[in-house]
Antibody
Framework: EVQLVESGGGLVQPGRSLRLSCTAS????????MSWVRQAPGKGLEWVGF??????????EYAASVKGRFTISRDDSKSIAYLQMNSLKTEDTAVYYC??????????????????WGKGTTVTVSS | SYELTQPPSVSVSPGQTASITCSGD??????ACWYQQKPGQSPVLVIY???KRPSGIPERFSGSNSGNTATLTISGTQAMDEADYYC?????????FGGGTKLTVL
């Protein structure tokens, strides 16, 4: 069974750091890009960022709201994706979902879509 | 920055067809996908690349995208389809979500 399990959430003070982990199972982790998406209480979905597979450079993209503060990385040997969150703000309070990105090659570019989601981990930033 | 606009809510009677729109500048030049989220659950992909259904998604879910509008259509809507629906597209290597539409089946 394909599964993503997030961990590492909790209560943290503004300005501090937190690292989330996403442990994958049931598929060849290294073949896929991975993303993080968050959802503030009672709000909609917000994309956080994305890391390509090593075959496509292993490069990352980030939402403007977190660029420079958050870093996504991956350890293919452990099938884990990470979200390092620094300089946390109260507005970062949300459920953080890890997702698997499936890839379709279409004319002129690579199209990614999130086909598997984890159950999420809650991050609360408060003093 | 690129924006996707969805109606906050849509209502439909059981067995009828529900249409949820997603508007963005030249959205038809991009690919749209749709996610369903039921209360207390993680989102589920229901349509990708404008009109493709992942395995396990019922045939009553379909999608289209042209001009400035992508549309998710649910034919023969069932009570179990009541949920929040989010459209999403890529713009300049950034994923963008619509604000979400609450579908009520009554």
């Amino acid at each position: 069974e394909v599964q993503l399990v997030e961990s590492g959430g909790g209560l943290v003070q503004p300005g501090r750091s937190l690292r989330l982990s996403c442990t994958a199972s049931g598929f060849t982790f290294g073949d896929y890009a991975m993303s993080w998406v968050r959802q503030a209480p009672g709000k909609g979905l917000e994309w956080v960022g994305f890391i390509r597979s090593k075959a496509y450079g292993g490069t990352t993209e980030y939402a403007a709201s977190v660029k420079g503060r958050f870093t996504i990385s991956r350890d293919d040997s452990k099938s884990i994706a990470y979200l390092q969150m620094n300089s946390l703000k109260t507005e970062d309070t949300a459920v953080y979902y890890c997702t698997r990105d499936a890839l379709t090659v279409v004319p002129y570019y690579y199209y990614y879509y999130m086909d598997v989601w984890g159950k999420g981990t809650t991050v609360t930033v408060s003093s | 920055s690129y924006e996707l606009t969805q109606p906050p809510s849509v209502s439909v009677s059981p067995g009828q067809t529900a249409s949820i729109t997603c508007s963005g500048d030249k959205l038809g030049d991009k690919y749209a996908c749709w996610y369903q989220q039921k209360p207390g659950q993680s989102p589920v992909l229901v349509i990708y690349q404008d009109s493709k259904r992942p395995s396990g998604i019922p045939e009553r879910f379909s999608g289209s995208n042209s001009g400035n509008t992508a549309t998710l259509t649910i034919s023969g809507t069932q009570a179990m389809d009541e949920a929040d629906y989010y459209c999403q597209a890529w713009d300049s290597n950034r994923r963008v979500f619509g604000g979400g539409t609450k579908l009520t089946v009554l």
